[in-house]
């Protein structure tokens, strides 16, 4: 299995981007992709992620409302798409494949993305 992140890039405040992760390869579909930040000197940390099983989501706190993560209809490529975009948001976001369901935290993923950064400007 391979993801491959994409579409990050420098914001402002208040701006919008959209995240992709394809998957190459046997995917579960049952398991769950997510979605992880990683800012400078800190653990990676879950954002959001998506449920292959009956595409049930899940937010971190600070994305609730703001960020929406989805999945293309043949479930190979997700998406997270981030608006009203702050500065604490500024990380290299990760996305990862779990065989397990709905999980958090980043030892339950098998497989990982090698990154994409965003940064937004104050």
């Known amino acids: 299995v391979q993801l491959q992140a994409s579409g990050g890039g420098l914001v402002q405040a208040g701006g919008s981007l959209r995240l992709s992760c394809a998957a190459s390869?046997?995917?579960?579909?049952?398991?769950?992709m997510g979605w992880f930040r990683q800012a400078t000197t800190q653990e990676r940390e879950f954002v959001a992620l998506?449920?292959?099983?009956?595409?049930?989501?899940d937010y971190t706190d600070s994305a609730q409302g703001r960020f929406t993560v989805s999945r293309a209809n043949d479930k190979n490529t997700v998406y997270l798409q981030m608006n009203m975009l702050k500065p604490e948001d500024t990380g290299v976001y990760y996305c990862?494949?779990?065989?397990?369901?709905?999980?958090?935290?980043?030892?339950?993923?098998?497989?990982w993305g090698q990154g994409t950064l965003v940064t937004v400007s104050s």
């Open positions: 990862g494949a779990s065989i397990l369901r709905a999980v958090r935290h980043p030892n339950a993923y098998d497989y």
């Open positions: 390869g046997r995917i579960s579909t049952t398991g769950t």
């Open positions: 998506i449920s292959g099983r009956d595409d049930s989501t």
